[in-house]
């Protein structure tokens, strides 16, 4: 089984800057791909950031130039650096991973319990 321990959530006022923590443990697994989603009050879950194997980034148009995802692949961890927060990142932040397990062909994907980031204006 793969576990996820999220952290950083929390209030924060508009401009202010939070950092998310999320680490993958459990079973022998390789990491294709993993980042964070987010769902806000009365919308649909939607991709914030994401890292690849290569550490090709994508980033949802909403917070570029304002969030930044980078990975420790030692510690198969993934971190999301937001800065100049808007009431409007308002969400529920989920980890999610694409992981390959030894023996397997398919790539599965994972997620986290999710963490509360609240901005006020």
């Known amino acids: 089984q793969v576990q996820f321990v999220e952290s950083g959530g929390g209030l924060v006022q508009a401009g202010g800057s939070l950092r998310l923590s999320c680490a993958a443990s459990g079973s022998a697994f390789s990491i294709n791909a993993i980042g964070w989603h987010r769902q806000g009050p009365g919308k649909q879950r939607e991709l914030v950031a994401v890292?690849?194997?290569?550490?090709?980034?994508n980033y949802a148009d909403s917070v570029k130039g304002r969030f930044t995802i980078s990975r420790d692949n030692a510690k198969n961890s993934v971190y999301l650096h937001m800065d100049s927060l808007k009431p409007e990142d308002t969400a529920v932040y989920y980890c999610?991973?694409?992981?390959?397990?030894?023996?397997?062909?398919?790539?599965?994907?994972?997620w986290g319990q999710g963490t509360q980031v609240t901005v006020s204006s």
């Open positions: 999610c991973a694409d992981l390959s397990f030894p023996s397997r062909s398919n790539v599965y994907r994972y």
């Open positions: 890292i690849r194997s290569g550490d090709s980034t």
